[in-house]
C-alpha cells in the first residue's frame, strides 16, 4: 500500500491578501514536521493562490490547491478561472464538488464531471468531494448517495487518470456545524468508498487512492478519525484557517 496521507486546509472564502500571507508564514513557522508519507495542502482563494505559491516554493511536501476552476479551457466565461491558469501560478490540486459548489452555485454530477477533466488536462491533481445531507443520513440511504456520486463524477476515467484523484468525504451535516461523524461513521464510509474504487478499477488501485474526512475536523477529534484504517487524512474548514489549529492537526496524522 502506498497512497500518500493528506492533511489539506480549505480557506474557503476568507482571507484577503495580506492575512493569507501571515498565515501561510504561520504556518511555516509552526514548526511542521514533514514526514515524505504526509503531504500538506493549503487551498486558499484565487487571489492568495500566486502569492502563497512563492512563499512555499521552498517546502517540501506542501502542495498548493485552487478551491476551483472552470469547465472550460477559455473563452467568453466572465469571473471564471480556467484549469491551466492555475497550472501555470504552480497550483497541484484542485478542489472539485465541494457540497458549497454543488449547493450554492448549481454544479451538477456532470459538471463535476468536465471539471474533472479540465483539471486532469492540465497534469493537476483532483480532491473530489462527495458527502450526503442529514436527511440522507437519517434516511440511512447515505451509501447509494455517496455511490451515485462517485460514479457520476469520476468513473468516466480510465485507471491511469484516476490515479490523479484524490477522495474526500464530507458529510453535509457535519461541515462547520460542529457535529463530526464518528470514527465508526467515516471509516463505514471510507471503506464503502474504497469498495466502489476496488470494484471499479481493482485493489490495488483502490489500495492506492488517500480517500480524506471533511467535517468539523479538528486537533482534538483528528487523532481519532486518522486512526481509522481507511481514512488517511482530513480536508480542514475552519480550523485551518488558525496556524496552531492546522498545525495540530497535521501532526495527529
Ligand atoms: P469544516 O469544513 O472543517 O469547517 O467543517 C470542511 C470543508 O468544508 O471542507
Known amino acids: 500500500m ?142 447509494a448517495y455517496i455511490q451515485t456520486q462517485i460514479e457520476n463524477g469520476l468513473f468516466h476515467l480510465d485507471e491511469a487518470a484516476f490515479k490523479n484523484i484524490v477522495i474526500a468525504y464530507e458529510p453535509i451535516w457535519a461541515i462547520g456545524t460542529g457535529l463530526t461523524a464518528s470514527d465508526e461513521q467515516a471509516q463505514e464510509m471510507h471503506a464503502h468508498i474504497r469498495s466502489l474504487v476496488a470494484a471499479k478499477y481493482g485493489e490495488t488501485v483502490a489500495d492506492n487512492t488517500s480517500i480524506l474526512y471533511g467535517g468539523s475536523c479538528k486537533p482534538s477529534n483528528a487523532a481519532g478519525l486518522f486512526a481509522c484504517p481507511d481514512v488517511d487524512g482530513g480536508l480542514i474548514g475552519g480550523a485551518s484557517l488558525v496556524a496552531a489549529d492546522f498545525a495540530g492537526i497535521i501532526k495527529a496524522r
Not at 486532469?120 to 491533481?125: A, E, I, T, V
Request: negative net charge; glycine residues 8%; proline residues 2%.
Open 2 to 143: 502506498s497512497r500518500k496521507k493528506i492533511v489539506a486546509g480549505n480557506w474557503k472564502m476568507n482571507k484577503n491578501i495580506f492575512e493569507g500571507k501571515q498565515l501561510v508564514n504561520d504556518i511555516l513557522e509552526s514548526g511542521l514536521e514533514l514526514r515524505d508519507d504526509l503531504e500538506v495542502v493549503i487551498a486558499p482563494p484565487f487571489t492568495s493562490l500566486e502569492l502563497a505559491a512563492s512563499q512555499l516554493k521552498d517546502s517540501k511536501n506542501i502542495y498548493l490547491a485552487a478551491q476551483n476552476c472552470h469547465q472550460e479551457a477559455s473563452g467568453a466565461y466572465t469571473g471564471e478561472v480556467s484549469a491551466e491558469m492555475l497550472k501555470g501560478i504552480g497550483v497541484s490540486y484542485v478542489i472539485i464538488g465541494h457540497s458549497e459548489r454543488r449547493q450554492y452555485f448549481g454544479e451538477t454530477d456532470a459538471i463535476l464531471a468536465q471539471k474533472v477533466d479540465a483539471v486532469l488536462k492540465q497534469s493537476m491533481k483532483v480532491i473530489f468531494c462527495c458527502g450526503e445531507p442529514l436527511e440522507i443520513r437519517e434516511a440511512g440511504t447515505q451509501n
